[in-house]
């Protein structure tokens, strides 16, 4: 009753205003979100839109031919025509791509878009690509939180992904230094000095802290490595390499390897500070 009684107080000069908004809106939203796979599909010959540049955002669901492939966008499915400088270059199923085309109405079938030359192509986002970036977050987060084990394994997975990524190298290694901190305790507590290099004794301690660290030390030292082979400019990864070097020089059951090591450590991190004097030199 009372919406009855509403609707039958509204003039045929408020409900045309309603309705002009109504359409006004529609049209705002068709515009700036831009057309869908349904819309575009539906057009018939003579449509302001035919021949008009549009752009449809979705997934790759099949292939026609070396030439033209389907998207999906969630109202329905358009064919892509590609355009000559594309051809044979397929983007991969189940990619997400934003085509920008020629919607080409037809009399006979549905309408399809022509895409337009790559240098107007928006590139389809590569899901490998998508997983390193969710999993370099989580592991951001995760060292944030000075999980350092979690961080590790899940930097771990970001390399897995992306080997070339010099900052997930680094962090292992950076996280690596911090789950062999209690050799710094072992070492104030087998009395040695801050700059004697090692072993550590009685061997049978030493020996026990090696099975548990020196696989992690070893590891660290390889991811930071690698990174330096990608950064040879990179001073954390030179800083955490030395930090891993000393450690690992408490650990060789000989003096002879734990001076070398201990040579080494140096090296980098006389690098490390020169890396970082420099840096502060061209801010200046």
Known sequence: ?????????????????????????AVYFFYTNGPRAA??????????????????????????????????????????????????????????????????CSA??????????????????????????????????LFEQQKWEEARQSFKRVVALDPRDKEALEKIGEADSHLTFPLTHA??????????NGPLKPAQVRGTLSRTYLPIIEDGIQSLTLALQ?????????????????????????????AADGRLADEWNLKAIAIEKDAKSGLR
């Open 1 to 25: 009753m009372l919406r009855k009684a509403f609707f039958s107080r509204l003039s045929r000069r408020d409900v045309f205003i309603v309705a002009t908004l109504v359409v006004a809106y």
């Open 39 to 104: 819309h575009v599909t539906d057009l018939q010959p003579g449509s302001d839109l035919c021949d008009r540049q549009v752009r449809i955002t979705g997934s790759v669901v099949s292939y026609n031919s070396s030439e033209s492939y389907d998207i999906a966008d969630g109202t329905g499915t358009i064919r892509v025509q590609m355009g000559s400088a594309d051809s044979g270059r397929l983007p991969d199923r189940g990619a997400n791509v934003s085509v920008l085309g020629l919607a080409k």
């Open 108 to 141: 006979t079938g549905p309408a399809s878009l022509l895409e337009l030359p790559s240098s107007s192509r928006a590139r389809p986002v590569n899901r490998q690509i998508q997983s390193a970036a969710s999993e370099r977050s989580q592991a951001r987060l």
């Open 187 to 196: 070492k104030i507590q087998a009395g040695l000095h801050p700059e004697e």
């Open 230 to 258: 990608l950064d040879a400019s990179y001073g954390d990864a030179m800083s955490y390499l030395g930090l891993l070097l000393r450690d690992r020089a408490l650990l060789q059951d000989s003096p002879e390897a734990s």
